[in-house]
């Protein structure tokens, strides 16, 4: 499948700042040139959430069943046997004004559509219980050939999921997340804004 | 250093039901025959919280850097070389009613007091802010001589871990955490009721 796009560069929006981006620091936040991929874009926004004090959210580690370890002496523990376990829940999760937060991120090469095999159906499981316990629930979802991330409730995944099972298509149209879900900014801080749009989309009032 | 307690098996609160409990069922959840630990327990419980339908509360998975792994033909993919790495956050986090849980799960063998040692610099500042944004952050402390179990919240935990950095003691007296706490029963299921704890103690509308 071939797809052309203008120059395989994503635009990145500057922000008016006091002392000016250099060409060569807005190239760092390129993904062109460094071959950024979601999940480094998702740790920093998540760091510079944390930093600033106004979320705190963590990628889950990858789960992992150790089998053996030796213990030298005078050295730290190394582990000389373990395997890849499935994650039985999805990989982010945090607090955001007192709000539970809850969300996996999964990137396509295709152009047009977003194929549901990305998500694991322990995951949606997952995801239904967390809707259940009114937690705030989402996607990012990237298209890389064109570099827009989107952000999509999950209950709407689930409808998508739901039509899968039913014997419907096996992916969500590009056309149904935009229609449905909400094109997150691109900044340099935070990289994937995805608050922005909670902030958006739900109502908070002070506890 | 000894510490004389009747026959060193836990009172188990039996609570009515309408077949009994047998007593070989009771053996399975004495904690004097099986050396249950207090990880097992807790994560127990989370399983029965999330089997109700009460609350979405997973232990997050153990830190490791992953070194070397190796991918033989025909078979899943073996890790040859990784070490354990300090977890930034406490063990456990999930949602209730919308709102965000955060906790970790501690026991000493001490009769009469709980050693601040037992928690890193970083679980502590990763509790500040979680408070700050409104998150419920507690500690189950359990001593495990007299089995039993105590729910500390954590405003409580970074007063004494303060203390302690002014030069106070560098632990928390038992009469101090029952003063601060509150006593979590032990039930069969689920075997550490601290949600028990929190609708005592939060206040929680419907959003």
């Not at 499981?125 to 409730?153: A, P, W, Y």
């Amino acid at each position: 499948m071939t797809f052309h796009y203008p120059n395989g560069k994503r635009y990145i929006e500057t922000k008016q700042t006091s002392s000016p981006v250099k060409r060569q620091d807005l190239k760092k936040w390129s993904y062109g040139k460094r071959g950024m991929t979601l999940e480094e874009d998702i740790n920093q926004t998540n760091q510079y959430y944390l930093d600033k004090g106004i979320a705190v959210i963590h990628k889950k580690p990858t789960p992992v069943q150790i089998v053996n370890v030796d213990y030298p002496k005078r050295s730290a523990a190394v582990i000389k046997e373990a395997y890849f376990k499935q994650a039985s829940t999805t990989d982010y999760n945090g607090v955001y004004k007192g709000k539970y937060l809850d969300f996996e991120a999964k990137e396509t090469k295709l152009p047009s559509s977003f194929p549901l095999k990305n998500f694991h159906e322990h995951q949606i499981d997952h995801m239904k219980k967390v809707l259940k316990q009114n937690g705030i629930c989402f996607v990012v979802i990237r298209f890389s050939l064109t570099e827009e991330v989107f952000f999509l409730e999950a209950v709407h995944l689930l409808t998508f999921w739901d039509r899968m099972l039913n014997g419907g298509r096996k992916s969500i149209t590009k056309e149904e997340i935009v229609a449905n879900g909400y094109l997150i900014p691109l900044t340099i801080q935070p990289r994937i804004d995805f608050i922005k749009i909670i902030n958006d989309i739900y109502p908070f009032h002070e506890d």
